[in-house]
Structure formats: C-alpha cells, structure tokens
C-alpha cells in the first residue's frame, strides 16, 4: 500500500513539473513574439511553485519574468523594480542572458534620463540615474548623478538619502582625464581616452598633453548635505555633518571650503573668514584654490578681497583665463552703483559737477577692465563673452576704430559656432 503511494505522489510531482515547464516555455515564446502580458500570464501560473523548481529551472523563471516586467523599456516603474529585483535572485544559470539584459536596462536607464535631464525633468532624470546605479552598484558616479539633479527638482529629503548613501559608500568621484589645450582658443579639452587626446595634438590642433586627477566630490556632498539640513531648519546637523567629514580629513581644502560657505550661509562672517585664512594656509600656492576663494569673497560683498584672490591667482598661473574675466566683471561691477547717483543727480551746477565727475568714474572703470579682458582674449581667442564686452566697452568710450576691430571679431566667432 504504502509503495502505491509513493508511485502516485511521484506521477504527481512529475505532471507539476512538466506542467512548469510548459508555462516557461509558453513565456519564452511570448517573450520573443514581445507578448510581454501573456508571457506574465504564463509565469503567474509558475509562482506558487516556484519554491519546488530545480535551481536551473528558477533561475531561468527569474529572468523571463525579468524580461517580461521589463518589456523593453515599457514596463511600469513598479514592473522595472520587479524587473531589478528578479535579476538579483538569478543565482548560478543564465549568467550571459543576465549580463546581456543588464546592458540592455543600463543603455535604456541612461537614455531616458539623459533625455530627461536634457528636457530639464530633473526628477525623472533622478529616478533613471538612480536605477542604472541599482543595476551597477560598482558605478557610484551615477548614484551621484541620482543625488545632484534631486536637489535641481529640488527633491531635497530624496537628495538627502542619496547623499547620505555616497557617504557611506565613501563616495569621492575622483577620475583620471586626459587634457590638452586647443591652439586656436586656449581652452583646455577633456579626452575620453589616451589615445583621442594624443591624435589631437599629433594632427597639431592641441598643445599640451597632461593627465590630471578630478577634483573630490566629496566636499560637495558634504556641503549640500549641510546645505540641506540648513534649508530644512536645522542648523545643528549642518555643523555635525560638516564637523565629522573635516575630522577624518582636517586637510582636505575642498572640505574647508564647503564649512566656509556653509558658516557663509547661516550669515557666520567671522568663522567663514576664519576658513578661507585657514584654507590658504594649508594650499597657499594653489591657482584654483585662490580663484575659487575670490568667487566666493565675490559672493560675500568683499570686492578687495575677491580682487587680491583673483590676481593672486594669475601671479601663480598667468594663463589662469577665468580669473582675467572675473577681475574685469569685479571692476564693472562698481559701475552700477555710479549709474544710480548719476540717475538722481538734479539739474543744479553742482549736480552737473558731479556728474561730470561720476561720468569719468565710470569711463575709468572700462579702462580698467580693458586690459584683464584683452589678456583672456590672448588666451582664449574665441572667448565670446569677453569679446562683446570689450566691443561694448570701446563703443562707450568713443574708441570707433578700436569697436570695429572688435565687433569683426565678435562676428567672426559667432560665424564659427
């Protein structure tokens, strides 16, 4: 009796068997027909016994239901998560079929948020970004990518997650790139690769070939993180996160120049003094260092210290172009105020007096923007910004000859854009 039994549960357990793998196969059809529904319809009929499949058999369950979740980039962002989810269940089989669909989401996951980014959907591009990170955990840079355009949505409590992740991960963005300079308007290229930047300078359009180490993100992180607790009331924290990232890196000058413009924004003056001091001290010969420390004396209201930063700047790197161009809007900057007394004066001798006098004010500060924008223009020939602005600048003073020269110039690289 007991023998009978045994034979009738294993002609069961065979017909469930048989049974699976004919609703997997009628997926696998689906599938390839792009009958993504019905390949689901199928693969619902597997799942209450799913548990009693052989590894093979669940792992090859795992990723038809993948695929069909997925549909090619059709499926809901509930069915994508699903789709994620499966693709990590795959144990042992089908490791060629998970890699190649692996790729597949990844190229769709980038496509899609790039498109998003670029239509300034930034919370979709967010949402996309983070994705191809969950497929590619190695891949930081777009968990990155995730956490940055979440706070352009601003989605900043999803922002702040995200970050907080890439700090756990000890996330600092640092890249290899491959630069040379262009001939022709003094800026410096980035190459995908070794080789692109070196046919560049062989072919004699680039000058210059270096490798360079990108900047730390991790300052940046920190002080959005920072930046976010302030926005969110809580100032405390801000100090905390700021205070725990300089403790492991007390040196690190980007890290002390985010506790800067963090001590900047909760309208601590004396403190963010304290830090550019101590940022300098530490990197005291550092071009970039001293022109992003004139930026931000700039933002501050401290024009004499932005200037002293700038042109200390181009004292260590006299090809430094962007320190040339602020230094020229520095001194342009003090044209406004003229403007608005000059608009109140009265019609009295007096009035007429000063205004005279604040006329010529003002025509010197154009002087004295003249030569830092012509130095960027030596360095960077089709800098059109600075070539309008000079162009402007001799057309106020009268300088037609020298306004001529500079509006065929302005012509001549929009022409080439």
């Given at each position: 009796m ?12 065979g017909s469930?068997?048989f ?8 997926a ?13 319809t199928?693969?619902?009929a ?16 795992y ?6 979740l ?13 789709a ?13 079929e ?15 948020g ?6 300034k959907?930034?919370?979709g ?16 840079i ?9 706070v352009?949505?601003p989605?900043?409590d ?29 800026e ?18 680039h ?5 360079r ?17 302030i926005?969110?009331g ?19 000058v ?5 506790e ?20 300098i ?48 809007a520095?001194?342009?900057g003090?044209?406004?105020?003229l ?7 009265g019609?009295s001798?007096?009035d007429?007096k ?8 003002r ?24 070539a ?5 600048i001799?057309s106020?003073?009268?300088?037609t000859?020298k ?15």
């Open positions: 007991k023998k009978q039994i045994i034979i009738a549960l294993a002609i069961a357990i469930f068997s049974a699976q793998k004919k609703e997997l196969k009628a696998e059809k689906a599938i390839k027909g792009k009958a993504f529904g019905d390949a689901i199928a693969l619902n597997v799942k209450p016994m799913l548990e009693s499949l052989d590894p093979k058999l669940k792992d090859k369950y990723y038809l239901h993948s695929v069909a997925f549909a090619d980039g059709k499926g809901s962002d509930e069915d994508i998560d699903m994620l989810e499966d693709l990590n269940n795959i144990e042992s089989s089908y490791g060629s998970k890699s190649a669909l692996k790729t597949q989401m990844t190229n769709d996951f980038l496509q899609k790039n498109k998003n980014y670029e239509a959907d930034f919370g591009a967010s949402k996309y970004f983070e994705k191809t990170y969950d497929l590619n955990t190695k891949d930081t777009y968990l990155y990518y995730a956490a940055a355009t979440a352009s949505v989605d900043y999803r922002a702040l997650v995200l970050y907080n992740k890439l700090k756990d991960l000890g996330y600092t963005g640092i890249q290899e790139e491959y630069i040379a300079t262009g001939k022709e308007d003094g410096i290229e980035v190459f995908q690769n070794e080789n692109l930047r070196d046919l560049s300078v062989k072919s004699g359009t000058i210059k070939p270096a490798t180490k990108t900047e730390s993100k991790r300052g940046e992180i920190v002080k959005n993180v920072a930046l976010i607790y926005n969110n809580d100032n405390e924290k801000a100090i905390e996160a700021m205070k725990e990232a300089r403790a492991s890196n007390p040196d690190d980007n890290l002390i120049l985010s800067a413009n963090v001590q900047f924004k909760m309208g601590n003056m004396e403190e963010f003094s304290r830090l550019l001091k101590e940022a001290e530490v990197d005291p010969n550092n071009a970039e260092l001293r022109y992003n420390l004139g930026v931000i004396a700039a933002e501050a209201k401290k024009p004499e210290e932005a200037r002293a930063h700038y042109e200390k700047a181009i004292e260590l790197d006299p090809e430094y172009i962007n320190a040339y161009i602020n230094l020229s520095l001194i342009l003090g044209e406004q105020a403007i608005e007394e000059m608009n109140g004066l019609n001798s007096a007429n000063r205004y005279d006098e604040l006329k010529e004010q025509q010197q500060l154009y002087r004295d923007a003249i030569p830092y924008l012509t130095k960027a223009l030596e360095y960077a020939p089709k800098n059109i910004n600075a309008k602005t000079l162009m402007n001799y106020i003073l009268g300088e000859d306004y001529k020269e500079m509006k065929a110039r302005v012509d001549e690289i929009e022409a080439a854009q």
